[in-house]
């Protein structure tokens, strides 16, 4: 049994997310999950709310209510509509916990002996009408690499060049607008990446099997203009973990808290401490330490290109510089951006569709099979409501709830509700068992090498064979002059339902879950060998006719829809 510790990038506490941040990051995230634990591996999968730094702070002055309560409510709230999309984290932990507070004053304690971390003096952007420090990414003006007139104090996401808000020409408030901003003098610990520029580089060169994406972004920080510089990991912000080295004070640090980029990353680890104190499992140190059994265990994070850098460079930086044996991640899969209808989705602008509005519209299932059907793995993809409701339609209706439906009705109509008995399989089912193997080979490989469009696209075509055969065998017509082949035929058919069931869990859960409880099965067992899963489920077993898998999208509803996501959300 293969042991495989799975983190999505953990989302911002301030508000609920829409499509774009769920196809890059917990949902394949959830994908990749499920389908380890149905392979029969052992499988920790981790997610959080990233609840520090400004964006908590406005989002719960903007809700009236301190910013702890504010955080607490949206982590429920992230937490509901987290199940709603049968996201099946093991633990949906929060960077606000005790774990993560301990946890990385621990890394900051020991990244200072190591002479990793040093203080500097600074001038920081002060706003006079804001009455406060502004953080990097609450001042925007002009990329001076690129020309872009939107980048943040701390990267321009057009070039994702490193900044520091006084790179950026004529900067801003993003809070208030206002361009009334003086430097002022104050002091702040910064990481001292630059230090480890030649192992972060070598360390990267070995990931030979990484996406492209991934890399290159990596590679770009690295290399890019004066190369990887020292970061800032501290800020002047009332919310946050506070600076501590390890248990103690740290001089001169008083008032200030870890920058948010800081200890995020190291909620992952605190998460599964989390976990283990919340009595859902044991012995969290098995997962990360080296020294405590972690050698073992294969690490995938997931997340959007714009998280990349913190996770190849940043985080790493962390786990290295302590040098303590702490579990390093194997596999970083990144995701492009998924755009909006013609546009971008846009959280402050409230344009697309966002997670608990589609759950509103549309079961989960839906959702997830598009999302991962069109997943931005190689470039950016778009959503739009025409391709929606045609993917929809073709693929859950017409292809996979088609053929569920009328093998079930068929066979209740001509042998009632039980697996018929009589006939053998002959050369046309032999011919299908051959295909679906070919195909389930190719769909295996994808989804071990987290290839998820492509993965998508396989089983998709082991539908398609299931549909076909049916096409072909017409067991109403065989039924008509040999009622022992027609049998044969129906029982091919409905044993086909228990494997796309296992095959699509991953996918569409419900749909799976729907299709074993109508074939009156608990057997979950990957089908590896699919002449024998195709066998499994012998005469006289008993079965139901489902309700309808998936209905269809009608015109006026997408041209509906359309009309009410285009527009701003509250």
């Known amino acids: 049994m293969a042991r495989h510790l799975i983190t999505s990038a953990i989302p911002y506490i301030n508000g609920i997310k829409h499509l774009g941040n769920l196809v890059g990051s917990q949902l394949p995230a ?67 916990s005790d774990q993560n507070k301990a946890l990385t004053q621990h890394f900051a304690g020991v990244l200072a002996e190591k002479d990793l971390i040093r203080e500097v003096s600074e001038t920081q952007m ?32 057009n070039c994702t060049k490193q900044l520091d808000p006084v790179d950026l020409i004529n900067p801003h408030s993003t809070i208030s607008g206002s361009t009334d901003l003086e430097m002022r003098e104050t002091k702040h610990l910064y990481l001292r990446q630059s230090q480890m520029k030649d192992q972060l580089d070598a ?32 800020r002047d912000l009332d919310w946050g973990v506070p600076v501590k080295k390890g248990g103690e004070d740290w001089p001169g640090m008083e008032g200030k808290v870890f920058y948010v980029w800081f200890d995020a990353p190291i909620e992952y680890i605190a998460c ?19 020294d405590k059994g972690a050698d073992d265990v294969t690490y995938t994070q997931f997340m959007g290109k714009d998280n990349v850098p913190f996770h190849t460079l940043s985080f790493p930086c962390t786990i290295l510089g302590s040098g303590e044996p702490w579990k390093l991640v194997d596999y970083i899969k990144s995701f492009n951006y998924l755009n909006y209808d013609g546009g971008q989705f846009s959280t402050s602008r409230g344009r697309g569709v966002f997670m608990d509005q589609a759950l509103e519209i549309l079961p989960a299932d839906y959702w997830r099979w598009w999302l991962m059907s069109h997943a931005p793995e190689s470039s950016d993809s778009e959503f739009t409501w025409e391709n929606f409701q045609q993917s929809v339609n073709k693929d859950l209706a017409d292809v996979l709830g088609n053929f569920v439906s009328r093998i079930t009705k068929f066979c209740r109509s001509k042998f009632g509700e039980e697996v018929p008995a009589g006939g053998a399989y002959g050369e046309r089912e032999e011919a299908a068992i051959k295909e679906i193997s070919d195909r389930l080979k190719a769909y295996e490989g994808f989804m071990d090498a987290i290839e998820v469009r492509k993965a998508a696209n396989e089983l998709r075509a082991i539908w398609v064979i299931g549909n076909e055969y049916l096409q072909e065998a017409a067991p109403w017509s065989t039924f008509k002059e040999d009622p022992e082949a027609a049998a044969a035929q129906v029982r091919f058919g409905l044993n086909l339902i228990r494997v796309y069931a296992i095959l699509s869990a991953p996918f569409i859960p419900d749909a799976s879950d729907a299709m074993l409880e109508a074939m009156k099965s608990d057997d979950k067992a990957w089908p590896s060998d699919i002449a024998a899963a195709l066998s499994a489920l012998g005469a006289g077993h008993s079965f139901a006719v489902p309700e309808n898998l998936f209905r269809k999208i009608t015109d006026e509803e997408r041209e509906d829809w359309q009309q009410r996501f285009a527009g701003t959300r509250d």
């Open 30 to 96: 959830d994908l990749f999950a499920r389908y380890q634990r149905g392979r029969g591996n052992e499988v920790l999968f981790l997610c959080a709310t990233d609840e520090h730094g400004t964006p908590a702070e406005l989002a719960a002055t903007k809700a009236g209510k301190p910013v702890a309560e504010y955080c607490a409510e949206m982590h429920e709230v992230q937490a509901k509509i987290a199940e709603g999309f049968r996201l099946s984290f093991d633990h949906f932990g929060r960077s606000s």
């Open 126 to 157: 002060y706003s006079h009408a804001d009455g406060r420090y502004l953080p990097d990414r609450y001042i925007e003006g002009t990329c001076p690499n690129c020309g872009f007139d939107s980048a943040r104090g701390d990267q321009c996401d």
């Open 272 to 290: 599964s401490q989390e976990w283990v104190d919340a009595g859902k499992g044991e012995d969290w140190e098995r997962w990360w330490r080296t």
């Open 203 to 234: 360390w990267i060169d070995s990931k030979t099997d990484w996406p492209v994406l991934t890399t290159s972004i990596a590679k770009k920080w690295l290399h890019d203009g004066d190369g990887l510089q020292d970061r800032g990991i501290t």
